[in-house]
């Protein structure tokens, strides 16, 4: 993804100057090079040293993400991601006036799988995916075509689209304010307009241990929002928010770490499997919605509804 404007040493988010006394950490695996962790001494956004365009190349335009071909997993994991986009598409929903010619707009939309569910309800769905596999898949699956890279894209529309997603995707960006900034264009105005952010949650040292925090700093993230530092680059780019909270897997507390790692133990296998049911036989249910509190765990992400 494009790092425009960006200058490391700046909080990409309200632009104070960092210095080492502001390093909390070193992520040394995912990157080519390893990165320093930075937290803003303003508005307490960690984000790390600027990827190269090589770095970022291999993970978004390379398969790099397909980490496991095992069958089962292959099912649990397709299952899981359509329980997740099913209750994505019913919290937002519930945002929408009308539902007749909308225009939504998916920026990195993986395979179409969310705006599939939107199509299926005979909205206009557009996307933009990096990944061409994933691209030629929402093609052949949904009968989705979609763009490669909505910041290169000169014939982009201004004020067409009533609907913007962005999906765990903000954090990957290395200068989020200028993403959002671009998207206010595109977005249509008005009663039916609005953006959905979801982000995964980071927590802080007060709350979580170095270990676990860097747990969180180890992933593809550039920048690690919580919901404070989240809603002022939202308001910062004169998006309104309507609605935000948490959403998070439906499943006991333990078992969120394992799941976030990748990692199952024998006593997390019973509550496991049952959880695989629900993914199976009651998506809607495996995923839940609730207030924000200052209770930590794993797999916690913060959902944003805004208007303009
Ligand atoms: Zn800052």
Same mark, same amino acid.
């Given at each position: ?189 008005? +009663?039916?307009? *609005?953006? &959905? ?7 802080? /040292? !007060? $709350?979580?241990? @170095? ?64 959880? +695989?049911?629900? *993914?199976? &036989? ?7 919605? /609730? !207030? $924000?509190?200052? @209770? ?13």
């Amino acid at each position: 993804m494009n790092n425009i404007n960006l200058n490391k040493n700046i909080c990409p988010l309200c632009d104070t100057e960092v210095n080492e006394n502001n390093k909390v950490d070193i992520v040394e695996n995912i990157w080519k090079n390893y990165k320093n962790v930075y937290e803003c001494p303003n508005c307490k956004l960690y984000f790390i040293d600027e990827p190269s365009q090589e770095e970022l190349d291999f993970l978004y335009k390379s398969d790099f993400y397909i980490r496991n071909n095992n069958p089962l997993y292959k099912f649990i994991d397709n299952r899981m991601k359509y329980a997740r986009a099913l209750n994505r598409f019913n919290y937002i929903k519930k945002f929408i006036k009308k539902s007749d010619n909308l225009n939504v707009l998916e920026i990195g939309a993986s395979n179409g799988l969310l705006l599939s569910l939107f199509k299926k309800e005979n909205f206009n769905v557009f996307g933009y995916e990096l990944n061409e596999n994933a691209r030629k898949t929402a093609n052949k699956k949904y009968g989705i075509n979609m763009k490669e890279d909505f910041l290169q894209d000169k014939d982009i529309n201004k004020d067409k689209y009533d609907i913007i997603i962005m999906s765990h995707i903000l954090e990957h960006f290395t200068n989020p304010k200028y993403i959002l900034n671009n998207i206010h264009k595109f977005i249509r105005g008005g +009663i039916n307009s *609005i953006l &959905f952010i979801e982000i995964p949650y980071t927590p802080n /040292y !007060k $709350i979580a241990s @170095k270990e676990d925090m860097k747990i969180f700093f180890e992933t593809e993230h550039t920048v690690h929002f919580n919901e404070k530092n989240i809603s002022a680059l939202i308001e910062k780019c004169n998006f309104k928010i309507l609605d935000i909270c948490y959403s998070e897997y439906n499943i006991m507390d333990s078992l969120k770490k394992n799941i976030w790692l990748g990692k199952l133990d024998f006593k997390s296998l019973v509550p496991f499997l049952y959880y +695989i049911s629900k *993914i199976c &036989f009651n998506p809607n249910n495996s995923f839940i919605d /609730y !207030k $924000i509190s200052d @209770k930590f765990n794993f797999g916690k992400n913060i959902r944003i509804i805004a208007g303009n």
